[in-house]
T-cell receptor, first 114, second 114 residues
Framework: ETGVTQTPRHLVMGMTNKKSLKCEQH?????MYWYKQSAKKPLELMFV???????ENNSVPSRFSPECPNSSHLFLHLHTLQPEDSALYLC?????????????FGPGTRLTVL | AQKVTQAQTEISVVEKEDVTLDCVYE???????LFWYKQPPSGELVFLIR??????QNEISGRYSWNFQKSTSSFNFTITASQVVDSAVYFC???????????FGKGTSLLVTP
């Protein structure tokens, strides 16, 4: 595997379910990110991890819970979501969190909340 | 407030036409970076170019070229002799020294028809 991978690619869940999104990067990067992409809206940064420490939590509801067990893996745990949480969730990684670092993105998980 | 504005929501051209995608940004930082990403239907954002605020030289890469003008806070992207494979959503993004996020525009959907 190369680059940034995400599983599952598609997920349908009910509002009472608990599920997790997984992201893995094979680039040796130290920073990882979760973004939300909704229709007709810009990508929204949700969380940033640098060297496994959360450095940014962008006012995200507590029904989204990130976990970064090591610099290669990032999870997004989901529980009691709302239909408006349906979106494409993108994971990204970069060498560091400096302003010059380009971020490399995974293919995303298309989430539908019923 | 939106930091990156891509005024063109959708553009449709016929193959071999040239097309320019506009990007206007807003920042108070003196050090910042601008990026362009391509998002094909598969969903994965693909990095195209990075430009720092101190380098206003235009850049050309094959059929792609970028025009960075600080005086008008613009970073426009031109595809010469467009091809069907160029059909995608293109995002302009800004990275500021004062934050972790890539601030994305809403994207321009480009459709190239045969």
């Amino acid at each position: 595997e190369t680059g940034v991978t995400q599983t599952p690619r598609h997920l349908v869940m009910g509002m009472t379910n608990k599920k997790s999104l997984k992201c893995e990067q094979h680039l040796g990067h130290n920073a990882m990110y979760w973004y939300k992409q909704s229709a007709k809206k810009p990508l929204e940064l949700m969380f940033v991890y640098s060297l496994e420490e959360r450095v940014e939590n962008n006012s995200v509801p507590s029904r989204f819970s990130p976990e970064c067990p090591n610099s290669s893996h990032l999870f997004l745990h989901l529980h009691t979501l709302q239909p408006e949480d349906s979106a494409l969730y993108l994971c990204a990684s970069s060498t560091g969190t400096g302003v010059y670092n380009e971020q490399f993105f995974g293919p995303g998980t298309r989430l539908t909340v019923l | 407030a939106q930091k990156v504005t891509q005024a063109q929501t959708e553009i449709s051209v016929v193959e071999k036409e040239d097309v320019t995608l506009d990007c206007v940004y807003e920042t108070r930082d003196t050090t910042y970076y601008l990026f362009w990403y391509k998002q094909p239907p598969s969903g994965e954002l693909v990095f195209l170019i990075r430009r720092n605020s101190f380098d206003e030289q235009n850049e050309i890469s094959g059929r792609y070229s970028w025009n960075f003008q600080k005086s008008t806070s613009s970073f426009n992207f031109t595809i010469t002799a467009s091809q069907v494979v160029d059909s995608a959503v293109y995002f302009c993004a800004l990275s500021e020294d004062s934050g972790y996020a890539l601030n994305f525009g809403k994207g321009t959907s480009l459709l190239v028809t045969p």
